[in-house]
């Protein structure tokens, strides 16, 4: 088939398709990274257990690097504390009692304790 016009527009059609497959690709890897974002409270089952990034929930109040921000410092504190604070809460404060369960409050209590 020589000079056949169609061909041009063949390529481009696998081109599109092609594109199309790349692209619902990283739309489901997204929506893998926003459903670990979000986790703590809904229903998965799965425990997120990386400290460094469960603590951005908590840099809009304690700062950017923990050091104290509206609420106060993180360093230095024990990690009991840190566990018993995101479990139990404190009464009359932001920190309301169950912001993070059992697996994650030991992750961030973990990681945070790495801070100096
Ligand atoms: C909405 C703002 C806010 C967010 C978000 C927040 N905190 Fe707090 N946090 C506070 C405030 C305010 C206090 C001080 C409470 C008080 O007056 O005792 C506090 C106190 C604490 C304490 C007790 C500190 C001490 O000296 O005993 C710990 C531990 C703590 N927060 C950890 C966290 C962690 C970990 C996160 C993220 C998972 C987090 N907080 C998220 C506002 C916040």
């Known amino acids: 088939m020589k000079n056949n016009p169609?061909?041009?527009?063949?390529?481009?059609?696998a081109f599109g398709i092609g594109l199309i497959f790349f692209m619902s690709l990283?739309?489901?890897?997204?929506?893998?990274?926003?459903?670990?974002?979000q986790e703590g409270g809904g229903e998965t089952t799965e425990a997120n257990d990386d400290g460094s990034a469960l603590v951005q929930t908590c840099i809009g109040c304690h700062g950017g690097d923990l050091t104290g921000g509206v609420g106060p410092s993180l360093h230095g504190l024990d990690e009991a504390r840190i566990v018993d604070v995101l479990t139990n809460g404190i009464e009359g404060t932001p920190m309301t009692p169950g912001m993070k369960n059992e697996a994650e409050a030991k992750a961030i209590a973990e990681y945070i304790s790495t801070l100096k």
């Open 26 to 37: 990283q739309g489901a890897d997204n929506k893998k990274e926003i459903a670990a974002e």
């Open 6 to 13: 169609v061909v041009p527009y063949i390529l481009i059609l």
